[in-house]
């Protein structure tokens, strides 16, 4: 990975009036750093999420976007930091679980040693759906299909190596079906080529899938999360059709390494009560995520077993990125 041809793009914003800043609870503003530019999920979540702990703390919040290198940039920044705890990021499945397994190259952080957990911040469902003219109405008719067409049948992603396409291949790991992988730049363009026909399913983020799914230019077969999602709650999920298969994506609060516990045990503290609240979890239902306050010793427990899930679902699937 060249991080030297990556230019983070920046974008901060305050999210308290300035002239409280004087009563601030922390004494000096907190920044939650994004690893990606403005408009994808993690900044949709972060912003509304970090308004609400201003106001609740008394202080102000700053999200900064430091995009780049799949979010290496910023994640290298945080890790970088002063371990005070006033600099903290967003962790998800696809950079602290699965590029760790799946680069060639070492990467410039490490999810486990350079991070301390402060809480899981939010679930979204990964959600399997289908071209409309495809034959299948169910996950058993589609692993039919399958295995009536070995190598025939085709999905995108919205790139390699990331939750999504892992997501596709545990599914067929699980299900022992061959099927071709077409990834593109984005979930956009990807989705955008099973509603046109040109692939025929796809796993992706609920909200990149919702709208498509609700006009009628996609069918949802199943959701990947344990228990089915309040935004489709007539989608079965994977697990009730008979396929061991568990696939989401999740956001958790990290600080640098080292911060004192005394900080990380205040910003839990504040974050959990700010995720607990009702007006949180509408805002995040929104999005297609679902609200999930933990304890730090939670967040570096799910870390730990995400890395050795989908460390064999990379293993068994031979994707090496570089």
Same mark, same amino acid.
């Given at each position: 990975m060249q991080l030297r041809h990556c230019v983070p793009f920046c974008a901060l914003v305050l999210l308290f009036p300035v002239g409280v800043a004087a009563q601030s609870g922390y004494g000096k503003p907190l920044r939650i750093v994004v690893t990606y530019p403005p408009g994808g999920p993690i900044d949709g979540l972060t912003r509304p999420f970090a308004q609400r702990l201003s106001?609740?703390?008394?202080?102000?919040?700053?999200?900064?976007?430091?995009?780049?290198?799949? #979010?290496?940039?910023? @994640?290298? @920044?945080?890790?970088?930091?002063?371990?005070?705890?006033?600099?903290?990021?967003?962790?998800?499945?696809? &950079?602290?679980?699965?590029?760790?397994?799946a680069f060639v190259r070492p990467l410039p952080y490490d999810p486990v040693k350079d991070f301390a957990p402060v809480t899981t911040m939010a679930t979204m469902p990964e959600l399997l759906t289908t071209n409309v003219s495809l034959p299948v109405r169910t996950v058993k008719e589609?692993?039919?299909?399958?295995?009536?067409?070995? #190598?025939?049948?085709?999905?995108?992603?919205?790139?390699? #190596?990331?939750?999504?396409?892992?997501?596709?291949?545990?599914?067929? =790991?699980?299900?022992?079906?061959?099927?071709?992988?077409?990834?593109?730049?984005? /979930?956009?363009?990807?989705?955008?080529?099973?509603?046109?026909? %040109?692939? %025929?399913l796809i796993f992706a983020d609920l909200p990149v899938l919702l709208p498509q799914v609700q006009s009628g230019k996609l069918r949802a077969l199943?959701?990947?999360?344990?228990?089915?999602?309040?935004?489709?709650? =007539?989608? &079965?999920t994977?697990?009730? =059709?008979?396929? %061991?298969?568990?696939? @989401?994506?999740?956001?958790?609060?990290? /600080?640098? /390494?080292?911060?004192?516990?005394?900080?990380?045990?205040?910003?839990?503290?504040?974050?959990?009560?700010?995720?607990?609240?009702p007006e949180t979890k509408a805002i995040f239902l929104k999005f297609g995520a679902d609200a999930a306050p933990g304890t730090p010793?939670?967040?570096? %427990?799910?870390?730990?077993?995400?890395?050795?899930?989908?460390?064999?679902v990379v293993a068994a699937s031979g994707i090496k990125l570089e």
């Open positions: 106001e609740s703390v008394k202080s102000p919040v700053v999200v900064e976007n430091r995009a780049g290198a799949n #979010g290496a940039i910023g @994640y290298e @920044y945080v890790a970088k930091s002063a371990p005070d705890g006033y600099t903290l990021t967003i962790g998800a499945a696809g &950079p602290f679980a699965i590029s760790p397994k589609l692993v039919a299909l399958a295995k009536r067409r070995p #190598g025939e049948l085709v999905y995108a992603s919205s790139g390699t #190596g990331g939750t999504p396409h892992l997501a596709m291949e545990l599914f067929k =790991q699980a299900a022992r079906i061959d099927m071709v992988h077409v990834p593109y730049k984005g /979930a956009g363009p990807a989705t955008m080529e099973v509603i046109g026909g %040109q692939t %025929q199943a959701v990947g999360t344990r228990e089915r999602s309040p935004s489709l709650p =007539q989608v &079965p994977m697990l009730e =059709q008979g396929f %061991q298969v568990v696939a @989401y994506n999740w956001y958790g609060i990290f /600080a640098a /390494a080292a911060t004192p516990r005394e900080m990380i045990a205040r910003l839990n503290a504040d974050m959990v009560r700010v995720l607990n609240a010793e939670q967040l570096a %427990q799910l870390v730990r077993e995400e890395l050795d899930r989908w460390g064999k």
